[in-house]
């Protein structure tokens, strides 16, 4: 049986779980959010915790107990405390405002690029450098964090871009540094 397939979910205080026909649907204080099951896959709630439980012992059955156990448990989480990104703006000039329902960040381009926030996403800006993304599903926030990292991913010479909070990255020598070594010789 898979490990995590086995393993019961906890569900914290003030979450609520219901099911009905295919769907799950788990709410929370920071929001609802609901997940289609496949046929083979069934869901029981019982003293405090919710255990997710396969139909056969075919290998694709298999894999799929431990990913809509994964996501189940991750919606919990999600709806219990919520996940957050945090994003750093690096380059002179370089920076990010909010501006309503929309993100506007300045990063060297011509023109501002403007981003529409999605339902359920929180954007917080605490400094022009720096992007909080919130929210209560794990994949939006991950996925819309990514988005924005994209817009102008960080560079190997000066490290300027966007990036995640604590990701290092790897810097190159440039060609000054081969040039002289070069002249050197």
């Given at each position: 049986?898979?490990?995590?397939?086995?393993?019961?979910?906890?569900?914290?205080?003030g979450?609520?779980?219901r099911?009905?026909?295919r769907?799950?649907?788990?709410?929370?204080?920071?929001?609802?959010?609901?997940?289609?099951?496949?046929?083979?896959i069934?869901?029981?709630?019982?003293d405090?915790?919710?255990?997710?439980a396969?139909?056969?012992?075919d290998?694709?059955?298999?894999?799929?107990?431990g990913?809509?156990?994964?996501?189940i448990?991750?919606?919990?989480h999600g709806v219990?405390?919520?996940?957050?990104k945090?994003l750093?703006?690096?380059?002179v000039?370089?920076?990010?405002?909010?501006?309503?329902?929309?993100?506007?960040?300045?990063?060297?381009?011509s023109h501002p690029?403007?981003?529409?926030?999605?339902?359920?996403?929180?954007?917080?800006?605490?400094?022009?450098t720096?992007?909080?993304?919130?929210?209560?599903?794990?994949?939006?926030?991950?996925q819309?964090?990514?988005?924005l990292?994209?817009?102008f991913p960080p560079?190997?010479?000066?490290?300027?871009?966007?990036?995640?909070?604590?990701?290092?990255?790897?810097?190159?020598?440039?060609?000054?540094?081969?040039?002289?070594?070069?002249?050197a010789?």
């Amino acid at each position: 049986m898979s490990r995590i397939g086995r393993a019961p979910i906890a569900i914290p205080q003030g979450v609520k779980i219901r099911q009905e026909d295919r769907q799950v649907f788990v709410e929370g204080a920071k929001g609802k959010l609901a997940i289609s099951l496949p046929v083979e896959i069934t869901v029981a709630v019982a003293d405090g915790s919710l255990t997710v439980a396969r139909s056969s012992e075919d290998k694709p059955v298999k894999a799929l107990h431990g990913l809509y156990r994964a996501l189940i448990a991750n919606m919990v989480h999600g709806v219990a405390t919520g996940f957050s990104k945090e994003l750093e703006i690096v380059g002179v000039g370089f920076r990010a405002q909010l501006q309503g329902k929309s993100l506007t960040i300045q990063v060297g381009y011509s023109h501002p690029v403007v981003v529409p926030i999605p339902e359920g996403i929180i954007v917080e800006v605490p400094k022009p450098t720096s992007v909080i993304v919130k929210g209560a599903d794990k994949h939006l926030v991950g996925q819309f964090a990514a988005d924005l990292r994209q817009i102008f991913p960080p560079e190997p010479y000066k490290g300027k871009g966007i990036k995640y909070a604590g990701e290092v990255i790897r810097r190159k020598a440039g060609k000054a540094a081969t040039g002289a070594a070069a002249k050197a010789a």
